[in-house]
């Protein structure tokens, strides 16, 4: 069973900076994506940010793309997004996310695990 744990969120004022982490265990087979989505209150689901198992190949929404960087360090099994240039439109509930599957589903944050989420508030 795939185990997300996030951390890293907080609050920040606008055109500040956050990391937020997600430490992986449990993962079956090698084909998998990881990545992130977000939800703020009465908002439908976004995602973020996507990396293949390889590293080869990310992908981005178009709200945080040249913002947001999406990046893993397989020895540690963890999964970073450092998010720049925040704005007040980036608050929501962070959740890193992952599925088995091609580059396809990858591409379409289309994602089968998920943690508990951490919270990112960004002030104007």
């Known amino acids: 069973q795939v185990q997300l744990v996030e951390s890293g969120g907080g609050s920040v004022q606008a055109g500040g900076s956050l990391r937020l982490s997600c430490a992986a265990s449990g993962y079956t087979y090698s084909n998998y994506c990881m990545g992130w989505f977000r939800q703020a209150p009465g908002k439908e689901r976004e995602g973020v940010a996507a990396i293949y198992f390889d590293g080869g190949i990310t992908y981005y929404g178009d709200s945080v793309k040249g913002r947001f960087t999406i990046s893993q360090d397989n020895a540690k099994n963890t999964l970073y997004l450092q998010m720049n240039s925040l704005k007040p439109e980036d608050t929501a509930m962070y959740y890193c996310?992952?599925?088995?599957?091609?580059?396809?589903?990858?591409?379409?944050?289309?994602?089968?695990?998920w943690g508990q989420g951490t919270q990112v508030t960004v002030s104007s």
């Open positions: 996310a992952a599925l088995y599957g091609g580059s396809g589903r990858c591409g379409a944050f289309d994602f089968s695990y």
